[in-house]
C-alpha cells in the first residue's frame, strides 16, 4: 500500500491528501435539508447529509489526488448511523481508486489493539468465515501506550500489506505539553520518532515504510529535524491551510527525491465554498469549490518543492 | 455521576467495574451457535453473539457492583455492526442502573476532541434537534495531545454532569517506554497525573472530581505515587486479575475513606467460566459462573482494605 501511495503521488504529482471531515455546519443548506425531508433532524438524517456532501466532493477531485483522510470523530458524533455513513465514505472512496487513510488515533494494551487493527485493517474471524469490518487502507495511531500497544498493528498491517501513521507531534496548539518535554535533553516527539523509524524497519516496502508518522504542519522545525529521525518513513502532515501551514513552510517534510510527505488540508477543501477565494462558485456549486481549492493546493506545494 | 458513583460504590461495598471486553473466544458455543443459525457468521452474527453473552451476565451481577466499563474495541472490531452492539450493551447497563464507562481512549486536537465529547457524552445538534450518539456516563481520554485534546471533554462533561479517565500509567508491560521517561528528574505519567489533578479542579462533585485517572494495577508502587499527587481524582484501576494485580496490592490506590479507587477486572469475571475455580459451572450458567467470580473479587479487595 505505501509502493500505491508513492505511485499515485508520482502520477498526480499531488502529495496531497484532502480530509473528508464533515461538520453539519460545512454541508450547504440544500444538501440537509434533502437529507432531513427523508429521515427527519436525526442522527440517521445527518449521516445521510455528510454521506451525500461526501460523495459529490470525493466525485469532484478522486483524479486530481492519490488519497483521502476521513477523520472517524466527524462521523462517530453522530453515533452508529454516523459510523455507517463512514464506512460507505470508505467504500466509496476505495471504489474511486483513492487510498484510504482513517484518522481513527487508536491505541491501546497489546490485545486491544489487536481488536482495532483488525476492525480497522484486517479481517476478523466469525465462525469459519473471516469478516471485514472498516477496511481502510492505512489508518493513524496513538503511541502513548509505547511498542506492545503498536505492535499488533504493525504485525496486521504486514499480513494485509497496509501502513500505519503514528502521532509523533501533532498539529495543535497545546501538543507541547507533553511531547515537548525533555529527557535527558531530547523532546519526547523525537523519542517517539526514532521509535517510529525502528518500527518501520520491521515492515519496508521498496523504498519507504508502510510505518509512517503524523507532524504538524504549524511546527516546521520540528518537521526538519523528525524528516532526519526517519529517513525512511513517510509524514503525514495535517494542518495545512485553515491551521496556518503554507507550501513553503512545508518543503522540510519532504526528502531530497520529493517524497516522504504528504499534506493533509480538510476545511480549506470541503468548505472551500465559504472562502472569499471560492465564494463564486456558490453553495449550490460546492464540489466545484473544493476542485478548484484542491488544483490551488498542488499548485502551492508543487511550486514550493520547485523553488527550493 | 461522581457523586452517583460514589453513593453507589457504597451502597454496594464494591470498588469493582466489570469489563466487558467480549473476544469472540469467551463467548460459550451455544451462543455463538444461536446467533450464527439467526444471522449467519457474519458481522451481525459476531454482533448478536457478543450481545447475548452480555445480557446474560449483565443480569447475573448488576445488583453486585456499581459500575461496568465495555472496551469499545472488541465490539469495533465488528465494524458498524459491532458497534450497534456497543449501543446496546451501554443502553441496558444504564436501563439497570448500572454507571457506564465506555473505555474508548479518544483523545484529538480541539475540534475533534469537541467532536468525540458530543457523541459519546453529550447531545450533537441536527438541525433543530439535540440527538445523542453513545451516550456512556464517563469514558477514558488519551493525554498525548495536551490540555486543549482534554478540554472540550471537560466542557462537555460540565454540561452534562458526567465524567472523565484520563490515561496517566498504562497496565501494558511496555507502558514505560514513554510514560516512565524522566522530565528533571520526573517520570512523564507524574507530570500527566499533575495535568489530571488540575483539569479536575475545573470540574468538582462534592467530594472527588468528576476528572479522574487510568492507572494500571500492574504498577502498585505508581499508583501511590499517582494517589498522592491526584487525591481529589478517583482512579480507575484495570489489570486486576488476568493481568496480574491482587488486592492486597492495590489498596495503596485507594485514599484514607475507603474511596478513591475503582478496580477493573475483564476476562477473570465475563470468562470465568473457562477457569478452573468456576468449572464447576459449566459453560451453559457461565452467568451464575460471572457472579461468583464478582463476589470473590468484591471480598478480596474489601479483605485488604479491611486489613491495611
Redesign the interface.
Known sequence: MINKLIDRIQKTHAPVVAGL?P??SYVPEHV?KRA?AEY????R??AEAIWQFNREIVDHICDLIPAVKP?I??Y?????E???AY?KTVDYCRSKGLIVIGDV?????????A??A???LGK??????A????DEDFITV????????VMPFIEVCKEEKKGLFI?VK??????????D????GTP?YE??GE?VARWGEEHMGDTYSYVGAVVGATYPAQGKILRRVMPKSFILVPGYGAQGGRGKDLVHFFNEDGLGAIVNSSRGIIAAYKQEAYGKFGAENFGEASRAAVEDMIADIRGALEAR
Chains 1, 2 share one sequence.
Open positions: 471531515d461538520m453539519l440537509q432531513y427527519g433532524e436525526t442522527l438524517g445527518a477523520q470523530a466527524m462517530e458524533q453522530f453515533g452508529v454516523g459510523l455507517a464506512k488515533k487508536r491505541g491501546d494494551i497489546g490485545s486491544t489493539s481488536a482495532y483488525v476492525g480497522h476478523v474471524q466469525v465462525g469459519n468465515t469478516c471485514t469490518g472498516f496513538n503511541p502513548y501506550l509505547g511498542s506492545d500497544g502521532l501533532t498539529s495543535n496548539p497545546s501538543s507541547g505539553e507533553f511531547q518535554q525533555l529527557v535527558d519526547l523519542l517517539v521509535k
